[in-house]
């Protein structure tokens, strides 16, 4: 298994690039979703670096999986793993927010290479992979679609609608990924609007489910790889993550949402990370 | 001259089943109300190119959109006209109209036919609401004739489309050489004392008022636009210089729809006493479809009347606009 033992240092050394990434932009654009942003890296980076059937030269290639950020506000994430996979220059990242840009607060994929649709009005994303699922059958493309969820996001009806309607059309190419970070704008999930019990939602409305921990690349590889080979019902990774993970004095805390770091708090964050001595992208 | 009666629902589902003969990218997402917007006629013959959603309309949209992202499928979303642009209106905003995604929206049940079913199934703001969002066109068809053309054209264009069906049987004022331009008006009379301008079903009814009053000695022009976003903008402005005296004509709320774009184009551009004929900003309610067009003036006979008031108004010696 020294093979897997690579692949999972590997892995995990791109998800501290694309956390780097993430504080860097963040800062720089004095706004964003880090808290939410920081909880789905290690995910971004199994996905981007493993998972994915992509291509960054050809970001329209029509067999390519395609992958829909739900919860849009996490975008700074998704940029940072798609530079960093080569889809634009590392350097536009300090574009990120800026008037005129090509990474918007929410990702738009008229704009950004490689986004595979606009998100932001949460709720959304899942009814249009399922759309990009049927689309897969009725042209007969083996092409995968991964939907990344908010747990805030599932209070949602529409998610519940599109959960029912992939179950009744039994698509097995479709696999949710729930970011359980357990605290959304106001305050804890959990306390806001009870989700639980999570597993047994999504196990009733038919699909197959996954628990994992978010922040484990191996299991998140290991979740990935069962997902994409299930047969006869759409797949849910419900991953326990934390929510400004890696950086201690965000982790877990409500308020880094949507907080910018100050160019301190950002150097102090980079130094966890280890990033101490090099400077931006 | 008596003409065909059809129900703009009919000729969309039948000119679907067509195009759907002709190419293999059209499918049809409707939201279990097949038998009533006809888009069973395509499920019998296409079973495979048609997507039962159930009833839940957001997810639809978002589905289609999925489905349009490949652009190698042109998908249909069919519900009907209150549910699609109301309860799923940030869907279309978001997932279909600001990606620019090749979706096209339609809208059975338009206006105030519903089969008696009341103010909850009649839509009259959903020309109001779609012409909001950028990116998107919205095509309301006289008749049967001009659906078939429409439909067509719907899927010759790449973008988000709004398409608006009508329950019941409407006269059919189109032939064979009925040619259908894109974004373009059509006027069906030149006139130089007064224009109506009409969309959707109310041009046969205006149509009729035109050549009553014309018959009555008053010079009408009448435009029809089958298309109220983007507008024609070219039409309408040299129709008020000729005329300075507009009546709009619509099966639909005079806040926001053709009324209200028309209002706009003149106001910025040619300005002209305008009387908007349609619903008054008010939920409709249960009723046949002929007691209802009477009680809100959705007929011939009003047509005319608004046009004569005008008209006395416009032959006062004291009267300068």
């Not at chain 1, 599109?162 to 949710?176: E, H």
């Not at chain 2, 402005?237 to 009324?259: D, F």
Request: hydrophobic share 40%.
């Amino acid at each position: 298994m020294v093979f897997q033992e690579e692949l999972i240092k590997d892995l995990e050394k791109k998800a501290n690039i694309i956390r780097r990434y993430i504080i860097e932009m963040i800062s720089n654009a004095e706004g964003g979703h880090i808290g939410g942003a920081l909880s789905i890296t290690d995910i971004m980076a199994v996905l981007y670096f493993h998972i994915l059937k992509i291509d960054p030269e050809n970001p329209e290639w029509e067999d390519r999986d395609r992958v829909i950020l739900s919860k849009g506000h996490a975008s700074a994430a998704w940029y940072a793993a798609l530079a960093e996979r080569g889809y634009f220059p590392k350097e536009e990242l300090l574009t990120f927010d800026h008037i005129n840009s090509r990474l918007q607060g929410h990702p738009d994929m008229n704009k950004t290479p490689g986004v595979d649709m606009s998100s932001g009005s949460l709720g959304q994303g899942i009814s249009v992979a399922l759309g990009m699922a049927l689309a897969a059958r009725y042209l007969k493309k083996i092409y995968r679609t991964f939907v990344i969820l908010g747990d805030g996001e599932t209070q949602e009806g529409q998610i519940w609608e599109a959960a029912m309607v992939a179950a009744n059309y039994s698509t097995d190419n479709l696999i949710a990924i729930l970011d359980y970070n357990k605290l959304q704008l106001y305050g804890e999930t959990n306390t806001i609007m009870n989700i639980e019990p999570v597993i047994e939602k999504w196990r009733v409305f038919g699909w197959n489910t996954i628990e994992i921990n978010g922040h484990r690349i191996n299991e998140i590889v290991q979740a990935l790889e069962e997902a994409v080979k299930f047969e006869g019902k759409p797949t849910i990774i419900i991953a326990h993550t934390i929510k400004g993970k890696g950086v201690s004095f965000m982790e877990n805390k409500v308020e880094w949402h949507s907080l910018a770091p100050t160019k301190e708090q950002a150097k102090q964050a980079l130094k966890e990370l280890g990033y101490s001595n090099e400077k931006g992208f | 001259m008596k003409n065909k009666l059809i129900a703009t629902r009919n000729a969309f589902g039948e000119a679907l089943v067509e195009l759907a003969k002709e190419r293999n990218d059209i499918v049809v997402l409707d939201a279990d109300v097949a038998s009533s917007t006809k888009t069973s006629i395509f499920k019998e013959a296409f079973p495979d190119r048609f997507f039962e959603m159930g009833i839940a309309e957001q997810n639809m949209m978002g589905v289609a959109a999925g489905m349009a992202s490949t652009k190698k499928i042109i998908p249909f979303t069919v519900t009907f006209a209150v549910f699609a642009t109301k309860r799923a209106c940030d869907q279309i905003s978001i997932s279909i109209a600001y990606p620019k995604l090749n979706v096209k929206v339609v809208g059975s049940y338009g206006g105030i036919p519903t089969g008696k079913a009341g103010a909850t199934h009649q839509a009259f703001e959903d020309i109001a609401i779609m012409r909001t969002m950028p990116n998107m066109t919205i095509i309301v068809p006289a008749d049967a004739v001009e659906m078939k053309h429409a439909v067509r054209a719907c899927v010759e264009y790449n973008g988000p489309v709004y398409l608006r069906c009508i329950r019941c049987e409407t006269p059919v004022i189109f032939d064979e050489n009925y040619k259908f331009e894109w974004n373009k008006g059509v006027t069906l009379r030149d006139g130089k004392d007064i224009t109506i301008v009409s969309t959707g079903i109310m041009t046969s009814k205006a149509l009729v008022a035109t050549n009553i009053l014309t018959e009555q000695g008053i010079d009408v022009q009448l435009i029809h636009l089958h298309t109220i976003k983007p507008i024609d903008k070219e039409i309408l402005l040299r129709a008020s210089k000729q005329t300075r005296h507009i009546v709009t004509v619509e099966n639909h709320s005079i806040i926001g729809g053709l009324g209200g774009a028309v209002a706009e184009v003149l106001s910025e551009g040619a300005p002209a006493l305008i009387k908007r004929i349609g619903i008054k900003d008010i939920f409709g309610e249960s009723g046949s479809d002929e007691d209802l067009f009477n009680k809100y003036g959705l007929t011939s006979e009003n047509i005319v009347k608004e046009v004569k008031e005008i008209i006395k108004k416009k032959t006062n010696k004291f009267y300068n606009f």
